[in-house]
């Protein structure tokens, strides 16, 4: 690969050196299109752990020194939930590409301040869904996309662990907005309806266990469990149609996608009676698609850097956050109610 001259390389810094920002700054120091030159916690000790491992990077423990001491061309922003949209809108007021960790925010209004700010100022405003950018998912998307699938049925997703478990946000706010962008990715659309449930089983504040079911227009239906409590980890999104099911395990690097061409269907031609039919289960191939490896957060970043040089829209943009977000506040509003229908509108 050329050189790149150090004058074309963007300057950039990470926001937020926790457990998912250290990953940022690993993948952005070896990417030759960036010159990573600072980090910025509010920790100190966090900010001095992850700065010897980075020697070379200028540290930061406030965002505001930060904007002004550096000419930065884009930041990217891991820190807690609850800071992003304050940091964000910070950082769009400076002039300053963003990459902003999911949730986009904890509410949808401030998501929608955040996207005509940055159209204002003509800057990227990315939010970080990286299962858009996994490989895996990709593929179950082509897939849906050639048709073989049929009608898609139903869609459900299990994303259960023993921990981590946050003291910022309850169990559905970290991990459902995972899910509910893969199934707007899949399917094309956003639901408009939410049942939840959710509950607290440790001695805390936040919901360590969620069930949500969406409705989308098409009639599809999207049920995720999400918990913080399960001993066994699973990362699973499963797609049932008419001519097939498609399981997506992110736990399996061997087979991290399965086709089961294997459908059912009820035959409209061989009705005995009224209320009676006859089902009709086709066996078929269980087929695992070649992928060619690839990190999600690796495609991420090149996107964001290809979105900021082609003046584009990221595939994930601030509406997909928004989106996100909207649905999120539908779900924590359904669990209030013990899990009655909250129709969602994105007005
Ligand atoms: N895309 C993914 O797969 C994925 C995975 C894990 C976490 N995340 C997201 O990444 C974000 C961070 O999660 P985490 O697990 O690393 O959390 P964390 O608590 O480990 O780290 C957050 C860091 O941000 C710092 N911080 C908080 N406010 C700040 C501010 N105003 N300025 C500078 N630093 C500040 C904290 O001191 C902390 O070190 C969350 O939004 C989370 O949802 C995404």
Same mark, same amino acid.
């Given at each position: 690969?050329?050189?790149?001259?150090?004058?074309?390389?963007?300057?950039?810094?990470?926001?937020?050196?926790?457990?998912?920002?250290?990953?940022?700054?690993?993948?952005?120091?070896?990417?030759?299109?960036?010159?990573?030159?600072?980090?910025?916690?509010?920790? %100190?000790?966090?900010? @001095?752990?992850?700065?010897? #491992?980075?020697?070379?990077?200028? /540290?930061? +423990? =406030? $965002?505001?020194?930060?904007?002004?001491?550096?000419?930065?061309?884009?930041?990217?922003?891991?820190?807690?939930?609850?800071?992003?949209?304050?940091?964000?809108?910070?950082?769009?007021?400076?002039?300053?590409?963003?990459?902003?960790?999911?949730?986009?925010?904890?509410?949808?209004?401030?998501?929608?301040?955040?996207?005509?700010?940055?159209?204002?100022?003509?800057?990227?405003?990315?939010?970080?869904? %990286?299962?858009?950018? @996994?490989?895996?998912?990709? #593929?179950?998307?082509?897939?849906? /996309?050639? +048709? =073989? $699938?049929?009608?898609?049925?139903?869609?459900?997703?299990?994303?259960?662990?023993?921990?981590?478990?946050?003291?910022?946000?309850?169990?559905?706010?970290?991990?459902?907005?995972?899910?509910?962008?893969?199934?707007?990715?899949?399917?094309?659309?956003?639901?408009?309806?939410?049942?939840?449930?959710?509950?607290?089983?440790?001695?805390?504040?936040?919901?360590?266990?969620?069930?949500?079911?969406?409705?989308?227009?098409?009639?599809?239906?999207?049920?995720?469990?999400?918990?913080?409590?399960?001993?066994?980890?699973?990362?699973?999104?499963?797609?049932?149609?008419?001519?097939?099911?498609?399981?997506?395990?992110?736990?399996?690097?061997?087979?991290?996608?399965?086709?089961?061409?294997?459908?059912?269907?009820?035959?409209?031609?061989?009705?005995?009676?009224?209320?009676?039919?006859?089902?009709?289960?086709?066996?078929?191939?269980?087929?695992?698609?070649?992928?060619?490896?690839?990190?999600?957060?690796?495609?991420?970043?090149?996107?964001?850097?290809?979105?900021?040089?082609?003046?584009?829209?990221?595939?994930?943009?601030?509406?997909?956050?928004?989106?996100?977000?909207?649905?999120?506040?539908?779900?924590?509003?359904?669990?209030?109610?013990?899990?009655?229908?909250?129709?969602?509108?994105?007005?």
């Amino acid at each position: 690969m050329d050189q790149i001259s150090d004058s074309l390389k963007k300057n950039i810094a990470v926001i937020g050196c926790g457990y998912w920002g250290v990953n940022y700054i690993r993948l952005f120091s070896q990417l030759a299109q960036v010159n990573l030159v600072a980090i910025c916690d509010t920790q %100190t000790d966090r900010l @001095n752990s992850v700065g010897e #491992k980075f020697p070379l990077l200028r /540290k930061y +423990n =406030e $965002v505001q020194r930060l904007l002004k001491e550096e000419s930065l061309d884009a930041v990217i922003i891991a820190t807690n939930p609850e800071t992003h949209f304050d940091v964000t809108k910070e950082v769009i007021n400076a002039g300053v590409h963003v990459l902003v960790e999911k949730p986009m925010t904890l509410i949808s209004a401030e998501s929608k301040e955040l996207i005509d700010l940055a159209k204002q100022k003509n800057l990227i405003l990315m939010v970080g869904h %990286t299962f858009m950018f @996994n490989a895996g998912i990709k #593929k179950v998307k082509d897939i849906l /996309k050639s +048709n =073989e $699938v049929g009608d898609v049925y139903y869609l459900y997703a299990t994303r259960t662990n023993m921990g981590p478990i946050r003291t910022d946000v309850n169990s559905l706010w970290d991990l459902a907005p995972h899910d509910i962008s893969i199934f707007s990715y899949l399917l094309g659309e956003n639901p408009i309806e939410v049942n939840a449930i959710g509950k607290v089983i440790l001695n805390h504040e936040r919901e360590d266990v969620g069930f949500i079911t969406l409705k989308y227009p098409s009639g599809v239906i999207g049920n995720i469990h999400v918990s913080w409590i399960d001993p066994y980890k699973v990362r699973q999104v499963v797609v049932v149609g008419s001519q097939m099911r498609i399981m997506f395990d992110d736990m399996s690097n061997l087979e991290p996608v399965r086709i089961f061409h294997k459908g059912v269907e009820v035959s409209h031609h061989e009705q005995i009676g009224f209320g009676e039919f006859k089902l009709l289960i086709r066996d078929g191939d269980i087929v695992v698609p070649k992928l060619n490896p690839s990190e999600p957060l690796k495609n991420q970043a090149l996107h964001f850097l290809q979105c900021i040089d082609e003046n584009k829209e990221p595939i994930s943009d601030g509406m997909n956050g928004f989106y996100v977000v909207r649905i999120m506040e539908a779900i924590q509003e359904s669990i209030h109610k013990n899990g009655l229908s909250v129709q969602i509108n994105y007005e």
